[in-house]
């Protein structure tokens, strides 16, 4: 893209890895030293840096979260949510120490269930806090709803899914998006958005099916291979050459298995953030995401590879990348009239995404 395509772009992002990179290795040193507990105020401050450098027409965004909301929100999960859980993981094995397996295993059902619907509430919860402490023309955004609607909606979508064997996993995704975003705003204006499941089901149905026909093949190789092996008599050790064989036919199984697979993933992953972010609108302005399937495959391949060269260091630099990626593909069309968007009045959380946190899920 030339200078001048960027410039045009309704989102610009002007930030550099070198700029960055003072930040990402004083983050990893505080944390370190903090024994993790820099964590917080670490992505608060990479959240300043990367805000202050996304463009979005005329102004650039500005992130007013501070690490300690962040931490207190981790807090106030963890007692409220995760010490529980563990008194609770303690009554369950006692439970079954004296032979009660089946109220054990309706334990760790309604256990399961519990964290299914609190996981949704947090995913709610974190995206109307992000929006919340997101400024742009000093202009923030939010929900007044707390998450519970959303949290139930999300519990049920998935045990539908999974009990479907999750044939209606795009449905649910493109149902839950909606629900999602048609609860926030930004400033005086409602987001609104009205993503189908039917435009992506075919790439997920070949992830579906994908898996069961590479075992297929598979197999089909490991019988035509096992009849060269017919005629050698009983206990007579593999030769080095049949040994070298069996391992490669073994390493192509895994790079064929999980590469397709990973493959199709992605392929269906850039159709979906497609056609949901392309049905998502504020106001006049209606969104876009162009990323291809090779581009989502580029950063992947170039994230794994900058922290595996870098024997994990590299990885201060994946929120960096991520977030690059996902401003550099974002587009808006239409118009946005400044002089009447007004301050939003949706009620601002006190605490940063703890419950998210709490789940070690915390999506940057």
Do not use: C
């Amino acid at each position: 893209m030339s200078e001048d395509q960027a410039r045009a772009r309704a989102f610009r992002f002007t930030g550099t890895w070198q700029q960055y990179a003072p930040i990402a290795f004083t983050n990893l040193l505080l944390t370190i030293v903090t024994l993790g507990v820099y964590t917080f105020w670490a992505r608060a401050r990479t959240r300043r840096y990367l805000w202050s450098r996304t463009h979005f027409i005329d102004d650039r965004l500005e992130w007013t979260g501070t690490g300690l909301e962040l931490f207190v929100g981790y807090l106030l999960a963890f007692v409220l949510f995760v010490v529980p859980f563990g008194v609770i993981n303690l009554a369950l094995q006692g439970v079954m120490m004296r032979g009660h397996q089946g109220a054990a295993g309706l334990m760790v059902g309604v256990l399961y269930l519990a964290i299914l619907y609190l996981f949704g509430v947090a995913r709610f919860r974190a995206l109307r806090y992000r929006l919340s402490r997101t400024l742009w023309h000093g202009i923030r955004g939010g929900s007044d709803e707390q998450g519970v609607a959303y949290g139930w909606s999300y519990f049920w979508r998935t045990l539908l899914s999974f009990l479907t064997i999750y044939l209606m996993t795009p449905w649910a995704m493109a149902r839950l998006w909606n629900q999602r975003w048609n609860a926030m705003s930004f400033g005086s204006l409602p987001f609104r958005s009205n993503a189908r499941w039917q435009p992506v089901f075919g790439r997920f149905l070949l992830f579906y099916v994908a898996p069961i026909i590479i075992v297929v093949a598979i197999g089909v190789m490991a019988v035509a291979f096992a009849g060269l092996f017919a005629g050698m008599k009983p206990n007579t050790p593999p030769t080095p050459g049949a040994i070298v064989t069996i391992v490669l036919i073994a390493l192509a199984f895994y790079v064929i298995f999980f590469g397709v697979l990973g493959l199709i993933a992605m392929a269906f992953y850039a159709a979906f953030f497609r056609e949901a972010i392309g049905a998502t609108s504020l106001g006049k302005l209606d969104f876009g995401f162009e990323a291809s399937t090779m581009d989502w495959v580029k950063l992947y391949l170039g994230n794994l590879g900058l922290t595996l060269v870098t024997f994990g260091i590299g990885y201060i630099f994946v929120p960096y990348r991520n977030w690059a990626f996902f401003i550099r593909h974002l587009a808006a069309y239409g118009e946005i009239e400044i002089d009447t968007l007004t301050q939003s009045r949706t009620r601002e959380p006190g605490q940063g995404e703890g419950l998210l946190d709490a789940f070690d899920v915390g999506a940057f």
